[in-house]
Nanobody, 124 residues
Framework: QVQLVESGGGLVEAGGSLRLSCAAS????????MGWFRQAPGKEREFVAA????????KYADSVKGRFTISRDNAKNTVNLQMNSLKPEDTALYYC?????????????????WGQGTQVTVSS
């Protein structure tokens, strides 16, 4: 029900930074919790970060805590992921996803709308 388009990926050296953005269609963006996931070839998709629709609550994977920051601008229908101190293990295809469920009970399986992904490659 919501269309998502990611941007901002690229090649960066270890220790560098990238800012990913996700643009969403529709007029009910604030009702969706938004998340970022990543997947490397042959690997299982993993959760990276999520943010609630309008209350500002966030959740991060332990592997990115202190380095990544998720934020959103509901007036612009966008969500972003600021990635600092990047490591080679952060290399993956990053997907933006949306879920329309209460934050208190949300699970990764609730994210049903996905973008096409944007590639992030971190060189050593």
């Amino acid at each position: 029900q919501v269309q998502l388009v990611e941007s901002g990926g690229g090649l960066v050296e270890a220790g560098g930074s990238l800012r990913l953005s996700c643009a969403a269609s529709g007029r009910t963006f604030s009702s969706y919790a938004m998340g970022w996931f990543r997947q490397a070839p042959g690997k299982e998709r993993e959760f990276v970060a999520a943010i609630s629709g309008s209350s500002g609550r966030t959740k991060y994977a332990d592997s990115v805590k202190g380095r990544f920051t998720i934020s959103r601008d509901n007036a612009k229908n966008t969500v972003n992921l600021q990635m600092n101190s990047l490591k080679p293990e952060d290399t993956a295809l990053y997907y933006c996803a949306a879920a329309q469920v209460p934050w208190r009970t949300i699970a990764t399986s609730d994210f049903g709308s996905w973008g096409q992904g944007t590639q992030v490659t971190v060189s050593s």
